[in-house]
């Protein structure tokens, strides 16, 4: 049987014909040769944050608060990462988070395609994102066997909405995942500087400039006057969603819903009550708003608040360890973002592939050594704290 920390064995038997990786295997030496590679606009937008970027820093620094503690004499010859999602078992619980300049991180301008192939590959599902260069129903193309959810900005206008939603249904999306905390942008010093805003230059707009809808209340189409067209995306992007536009939106599919952006365990009994049928534990990655907790401090909480919800997760993971003390949390999938974006520049549908190879390797060689054969036996382990 075939395990992802195999991986670590082509790496060490191609050393012994002279091959190294073309990637790094380590998120600090990946960003360094990403931050070399991309044009300085998109490499600002990609890591930067919001404010003086505490929050960012604390998602990351975080982890390393919590600590694991091994269990010794225990077979772990064969682990077991597998998981269920909605029906349907993967072989790890590591999802690809919705990146909205992801397409313009390829060298091609293609990030978007190379992600879903990458995907496929290395069966995970990914999250494909509203903002996008290629649109819903190619990406799906791209991905063909594999899978992926629909992540979606609410527009102001409700009929786009269902537009997008029922677009995604027929694509073969499986399930919607709605982001809370991005209806308006937060303040980002770094891209503020530069006067940087990539989907004002029309970047990332291909889903709505392939709706019929959108293209129904322009004079002319996007392609005569994108000017035009971004002008009215921009006066329609983002409505604040509220308790009732919950309840709408649940009523509009009958796909999965699953909630981007909850952090209080009250909001998300509430949203398990509207009948959403996961919640995500996520702050954005500190992209949207700054001064707030560690999305993995608050991660306890919200799993014991949720039941038998499931729980996703993302903001901070840079590593397999990362991912374990997640899922020794409770969650349920861990999504990574910037980690496969710098893979993607240095390497396209490759170099996403490596990163999540190396991640899972690295994840699946921690719970070998550590005395967890599965996730049952890691998360009946739990963390503990490292420091006060």
Same mark, same amino acid.
């Given at each position: 049987? #075939?395990?992802?920390? &195999?991986?670590? #064995?082509?790496?060490?038997?191609?050393?012994?014909?002279?091959?190294?990786? @073309?990637?790094?295997?380590?998120?600090?030496?990946?960003e360094e040769r990403a931050s070399a590679a991309l044009p300085q606009s998109v490499l600002s937008y990609v890591q930067r944050g919001c404010g003086d970027e505490f929050t960012q820093r604390r998602n990351v620094e975080a982890f390393s608060d919590w600590g694991l503690v091994p269990r010794m004499l225990v077979d772990t010859r064969v682990r077991d990462l597998s998981v269920d999602v909605f029906g349907k078992r993967y072989a790890s619980p590591l999802m690809l988070c919705p990146i909205g300049v992801i397409g313009v991180c390829a060298q091609d301008g293609r990030g978007d395609i190379a992600t879903a192939r990458a995907a496929a590959a290395a069966r995970v599902p990914m999250i494909a994102s509203t903002l996008m260069n290629d649109s819903l129903e190619t990406v799906a193309e791209a991905l063909g066997e594999g899978d992926a959810f629909f992540q979606l900005y609410t527009p102001k206008d409700r009929d786009l909405a269902q537009s997008f939603v029922r677009r995604a249904e027929a694509a073969g999306y499986k399930g919607i995942v709605v982001t809370l905390d991005t209806w308006l942008t937060g303040w980002r010093? %770094?891209?503020?500087?530069? @006067? #940087?805003?990539?989907?004002?230059?029309?970047?990332?707009?291909? #889903?709505?400039? @392939? &709706?019929?809808?959108? %293209?129904?209340?322009?004079?002319?189409?996007?392609?005569?006057?994108i000017a035009a067209a971004v002008r009215y995306w921009a006066s329609i992007f983002g409505m604040t969603v509220t308790w009732d536009d919950l309840a709408w939106l649940r009523s509009i599919t009958t796909l999965p819903l699953i909630v981007k952006g909850i952090?209080?365990? &009250? &909001?998300?009994k509430r949203a398990i009550d509207l009948g959403v049928d996961a919640i995500y534990c996520s702050n954005h990655g500190g992209r949207q708003a700054n001064g707030g907790l560690a999305s993995i401090d608050l991660l306890p909480a919200l799993v014991a608040a949720c039941g038998d919800v499931p729980v996703w997760f993302d903001s901070g993971i840079r590593s397999g360890t990362d991912v374990v003390k997640a899922l020794a949390m409770g969650a349920s999938m861990v999504g990574v973002g910037r980690p496969y974006a710098y893979g993607l520049a240095l390497?396209?549908?490759?170099?996403?592939?490596?990163?999540?190879r190396s991640i899972l390797a690295e994840a699946d060689l921690?719970?070998?050594v550590d005395g967890f054969p599965d996730l049952a036996a890691l998360r009946a382990a739990g963390l503990r704290r490292t420091r006060a």
């Open positions: 049987m #075939n395990q992802f920390g &195999d991986y670590q #064995n082509e790496i060490y038997f191609d050393g012994l014909r002279g091959i190294k990786p @073309s990637l790094p295997v380590d998120f600090k030496r990946l010093p %770094r891209d503020l500087n530069d @006067s #940087n805003f990539p989907q004002l230059r029309g970047v990332a707009l291909a #889903n709505y400039f @392939s &709706d019929p809808l959108f %293209r129904a209340k322009l004079a002319v189409p996007p392609e005569e006057d952090q209080h365990p &009250d &909001d998300a390497g396209g549908t490759a170099g996403v592939v490596h990163v999540i921690l719970m070998a």
